[in-house]
């Protein structure tokens, strides 16, 4: 029989997590995405075990199953928890890894059970789980993959280096490309990165086109024209009072409509698959999330009505976010985050802390789920012990909340958030949520109006759809610009059947870059921009 949970495969799950959810970390923050890190981490286990020898399908898939969890883990933390620096509160490395261990494993327990449903029964796509398991079963002849991910990686962290610590490269250029009369329209900057070029690729031309179509209707259009007309002094006011929150409200609007139209009718299959779950497992479920109502109420001060409200958000949110995962292969986390947290300032209004605290443990556990399915979808192609990946998950949760903590206030403290460098698009909105009653009437208006434009929206075209245009409406053009060059070489590449190759390079290119960047700020070497 097939050793599948070796020590060898938890030691090289776990080193892989450990890089997993450093460049992930740093490359959400940049390009407000992590993209599915399983082909990669299946790529990275394959190329170490087949080094190895002596390995099979199985053992590579749960050392994959490790890695990855760590990249969906870092996107629940760095979508939420920097709302609180830019909100002026703090929180200490432990509180940090408390939450991410809640919504993990959360994540974890609300999502295994659904296997037999999502993907015995219903056969849902998964396509990136059906994607590594593709990788794990062809191999890797001569090596080929893994070379080509190792050089990009090299590459990445050398570009990385030159620039952070040697200064030998800029980190910011100007672009100038349409100049009229009264101002350069189209002059902008934008910091000098590999990571959004990469990530416009992995997104595609869909998603980066219609993030950066948003971007050239707020820069183009709707602040020349307020400037123009003396709605605003000039362009920098305009964009903070007017762009900023009608990108914002866009997004939340997009978010409620999502849940009304996605969450709502799932409610009934939700309640059915977890009764048959509770009845099989009642007994270790019940304790476990017991103990994890305990720790959000012990450590995080929490009452106990705010923490049966953070798990209740996380078991409704998990159970959708595996199901949109399956469907869309998009889990859009930071949308369960968002609608959770508004719930809960409408009905009891909480202060922002513990808002964003739910709101993290509700992303996190929504990014798990889909990434927990997205591995079991590879196993049963596989035929891997559930069992096994099940554990797999774990581990890779508890690396990378022990993790997370620790690579997020280094990244604050090097960089900060919200800025150039790293932009955090996602904590930006959430921080101007629960910062609502504190705006002026200009500001809470022009988020109305863009929730009632989104809900509007919503009814005619996917609040996916929606939510990537409400991102480039609020985003500095400098971020939206790289991404959609990005978007553009993916569309070149997939006419040419470049699309694979394209893959391991931007993905390698991004692992380097963020890798290298989250182990200069640990150091206190990384250069502040």
Not at 101 to 127: H, N, Q, W
Not at 134 to 162: R, V, Y
């Amino acid at each position: 029989m097939e050793k599948e949970l070796t020590f060898r495969a938890i030691v090289i799950g776990c080193v892989l997590a450990v890089i997993v959810t450093m460049y992930s970390a740093f490359a959400g923050l940049k390009i407000g995405g992590v993209y599915w890190p399983i082909t990669t981490a299946s790529i990275m286990a394959l190329g170490i075990l087949t080094i190895l020898g002596n390995t099979n399908k199985n053992e590579i898939n749960v050392a994959q199953t490790i890695a990855s969890a760590g990249g969906l883990l870092a996107a629940g933390i760095i979508f939420t928890i920097p709302a609180l620096y830019l909100a002026g509160f703090e929180i200490s490395i432990t509180e940090i890894t408390l939450i991410s261990l809640v919504g993990g494993i959360t994540g974890v327990i609300f999502s295994v059970p659904l296997r037999k449903e999502f993907i015995e029964k219903e056969k849902l796509e998964y396509a990136d789980g059906k994607a590594a398991a593709a990788i794990i079963q062809a191999g890797d002849e001569k090596g080929t993959k893994i070379k080509l991910l190792t050089a990009m990686f090299g590459l990445g962290t050398i570009f990385s280096f030159a620039r952070d610590f040697l200064q030998a490269i800029p980190s910011y250029w100007n672009i100038d490309l349409i100049k009229i009369k009264l101002n350069s329209l189209f002059s902008f900057g934008s910091s000098i990165s590999l990571i959004p070029f990469s990530g416009g690729y992995l997104i595609g031309p869909k998603f980066t086109g219609i993030w950066f179509f948003g971007a050239v209707i707020s820069y183009l259009i709707i602040i020349p024209f307020a400037v123009a007309n003396n709605f605003f002094a000039d362009k920098l006011t305009a964009s903070i009072q007017l762009t900023k929150p009608l990108g914002i409200g866009i997004v939340i609007g997009a978010a409620i409509m999502y849940f009304l139209l996605k969450g709502l009718p799932a409610m009934k299959n939700i309640l059915t698959d977890w009764k048959n779950s509770f009845e099989k497992n009642n007994k270790w479920i019940g304790l476990m999330l017991i103990v994890l109502v305990g720790v959000l109420t012990i450590i995080t001060e929490m009452n106990l009505v705010l923490a049966l409200i953070a798990i209740a958000g996380a078991f409704v949110m998990a159970y959708v976010g595996g199901r949109v995962t399956g469907e869309m292969n998009v889990d859009p986390m930071e949308l369960f985050a968002m609608i959770v947290l508004i719930a809960a300032k409408i009905l009891f209004g909480f202060n922002a802390v513990f808002l964003v605290i739910i709101a993290a443990v509700v992303c996190i556990s929504a990014g798990i789920a889909g990434d927990t399915l997205q591995d079991l979808k590879t196993g049963f192609i596989l035929g891997t012990k559930p069992k096994n990946q099940f554990i797999a998950q774990l581990i890779g949760v508890v690396v990378g909340a022990l993790l997370i903590g620790l690579i997020l206030i280094a990244l604050q403290q090097a960089y900060g958030f919200g800025g150039t460098e790293l932009p955090a698009p996602q904590a930006v909105a959430l921080s101007e949520i629960i910062k609502t009653e504190a705006l002026s009437g200009n500001l809470l208006t022009g988020i109305l109006i863009g929730a009632l434009l989104a809900l509007i929206v919503s009814f005619f075209e996917t609040a996916i759809i929606i939510v990537a245009f409400g991102i480039g409406v609020y985003v500095p053009i400098e971020l939206s610009f790289p991404l959609f060059v990005g978007g553009l070489i993916r569309l070149i590449a997939d006419k040419k059947k470049w699309t694979e190759k394209g893959r391991l390079i931007a993905a390698g290119l991004i692992a380097g870059e963020g890798f290298t960047g989250v182990v200069l700020a640990l150091l206190g070497l990384g250069k502040l921009i």
